[in-house]
């Protein structure tokens, strides 16, 4: 177990820029998500840190160590892949103790860790198995025991729940973050699914076009995102945005319009440092459970287009006025139809507020305040 710590890691294939600059630490027994859209660098980055890319500029520490010139067998780290890359002539057991075979591990010390791994991952009844005698998730479970009875410092994963089934996904999502908790290793996780990340890790970095767009904890990303890319990639279904003009920004807090909905006046609190003016073009942020259903007066004039009645809550798709698409959370048990007319009133001190370069000039006062009564 270590810390891995990236110092403006950069990585160039040929004249192209992949990662340009990246900053990061993960800590000593962090569970640590990468997420970002496809070719952002999330692969390349961890196999910077697992050795099999070499790194263009820039260093990497792992436990302390320079890791820039080390092999990659020597690194301490294991790798588990989206494509499983078992063997497929050979046993579970006979897959899941080769690399410590390769390394002339004595026979007894083996037979321990395979059995041990075997156990955490309850696939004891398959040793015996072969790699095409077993569903997806099975496999999986023996690509994870491959990398576990190596004893590996750091775990790196590359979307290794990719191939599987929603409802097995799930599954194995939970099951992993309980390996987490047993074994207590450094964990760093690539994919693309914000739902995994926001539920299994301590820490989120998000990427975009190999620069880090933000590091936090998922509830920092969720209710404090720095910027409307960050805003827009965690959360789902996904915040809505909303164009809207600034009325006057007075005592830390700016006064917006909704071209769609004039009479109704938004008070956003704005970060501290932030500056608006009137009549600036601005962009509204607001989550789909951030609205109120009100059955008229001032609000948001919402036009159904469909409803999602998931059970527990509904999702209703519309338009407003002047034709900007949002998404509302409503209760599933009265949620309206398609084709009707709603009024939404919207949670002002819950809403974001994002600049024409898309950088945030609010604080979302309503969600911090519900996460310290929370905590
Ligand atoms: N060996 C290579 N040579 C040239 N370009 C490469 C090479 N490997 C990756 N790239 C480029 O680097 C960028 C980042 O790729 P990477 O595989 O890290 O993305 P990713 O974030 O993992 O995407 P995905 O979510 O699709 O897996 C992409 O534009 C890709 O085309
Ligand atoms: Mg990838």
Do not use: W
């Not at 997420?35 to 820039?58: D, Q």
């Not at 807090?253 to 970060?271: C, M």
């Amino acid at each position: 177990m270590a810390d891995v710590i990236l110092k403006n890691v950069r990585k160039s294939f040929g004249p192209i820029d992949v990662i340009k600059g990246v900053d990061l630490e993960a800590k000593h027994g962090e569970f640590v998500v990468f997420v970002g859209p496809s070719g952002c660098g999330k692969s390349t980055l961890l196999r910077m840190i697992c050795g099999l890319e070499k790194i263009t500029f820039g260093q990497l520490l792992i436990g302390n160590e320079d890791m820039s010139d080390v092999e990659a067998s020597e690194r301490g780290t294991a790798m588990v892949f989206q494509s499983y890359a078992l063997y497929p002539h050979m046993t579970v057991a006979e897959n899941m103790s080769f690399a410590l075979r390769m390394a002339k591990t004595p026979q007894s010390v083996v037979e321990k860790r395979v059995k041990r791994a075997a156990e955490i991952l309850q696939i004891t009844h398959l040793l015996d198995r072969k790699p095409k005698e077993m569903s997806g998730g099975q496999r999986q479970r023996v690509a994870i025991g491959r990398a576990i009875v190596r004893e590996p410092k750091v775990f790196l994963f590359d979307e290794p729940l990719s191939n599987l089934d929603a409802e097995l996904r799930v599954q194995m999502r939970v099951e992993l973050s309980k390996l987490h908790n047993e074994i207590g290793a450094t964990m760093i996780y690539v994919t693309h699914d914000q739902v995994e990340a926001m539920t299994m890790a301590d820490k989120i970095v998000v990427l975009r076009d190999g620069v880090v767009e933000q590091i936090g904890s998922p509830l920092d990303l969720y209710m404090s995102p720095d910027n409307r890319f960050v805003a827009g990639f965690i959360g789902s279904p996904q915040m809505n945005f909303l164009k809207a003009q600034v009325v006057d920004g007075t005592n830390g807090e700016a006064r917006v319009s909704v071209p769609d909905a004039p009479d109704h006046i938004l008070r956003i609190p704005l970060r501290e440092g932030a500056q608006v003016a009137p009549g600036q073009a601005v962009t509204i942020g607001i989550r789909p459970e951030h609205f109120l259903g009100t059955p008229g007066g001032a609000g948001l004039k919402v036009l159904v287009d469909v409803v999602e009645n998931l059970g527990g809550i509904a999702y209703v798709y519309g338009r407003t006025n002047a034709s900007q698409e949002v998404i509302l959370k409503a209760e599933s048990e009265t949620p309206p139809r398609s084709g009707m007319a709603v009024t939404a009133l919207v949670k002002d001190d819950y809403c974001h507020l994002f600049d024409d370069q898309g950088r945030t000039l609010s604080t979302s006062a309503g969600a911090i305040r519900t996460r310290a009564a929370a905590a």
